[in-house]
């Protein structure tokens, strides 16, 4: 299994990016997939979850009401829309698979699978 990110990038404040996550080796239906971000010296922070064939989602407090994520069964891909970026959105951005799981479990997805991903820069 492997998934790999896309569409990251140099962006200034309040613009947007779309990110991809593009999973190989699992089918899309079965899995939890969650957005992550890691900035230097700081905790790997959750950005958001989904798992669209059961209607599940959630987001991070830090990027609700400006990322949305979303699913395209047929590409076999995730999205990730970012729009009015900010400075401290800068991180690197990962997405993870979690078999078997919902957005709504608590504590959370266990991730079985990550991708290396993409890093996200905005400037002021």
């Known amino acids: 299994v492997q998934l790999a990110e896309s569409g990251g990038g140099l962006v200034q404040a309040g613009g947007s990016l779309r990110l991809s996550c593009v999973p190989s080796g699992i089918t899309l239906d079965l899995y939890a997939i969650g957005w992550f971000r890691q900035a230097p010296g700081k905790e790997r922070e959750k950005v958001s979850c989904?798992?669209?064939?059961?209607?599940?989602?959630s987001y991070g407090d830090s990027v609700k009401g400006r990322f949305t994520t979303s699913a395209d069964h047929a590409k076999n891909t995730v999205y990730l829309q970012m729009n009015n970026l900010k400075p401290e959105d800068t991180a690197v951005y990962s997405c993870?698979?979690?078999?078997?799981?919902?957005?709504?479990?608590?504590?959370?997805?266990?991730?079985?699978?990550w991708g290396q991903g993409t890093q996200v820069t905005v400037s002021s």
């Open positions: 993870a698979a979690a078999l078997g799981w919902s957005c709504d479990d608590e504590p959370g997805p266990v991730y079985n699978f």
């Open positions: 989904i798992r669209s064939s059961e209607g599940s989602l």
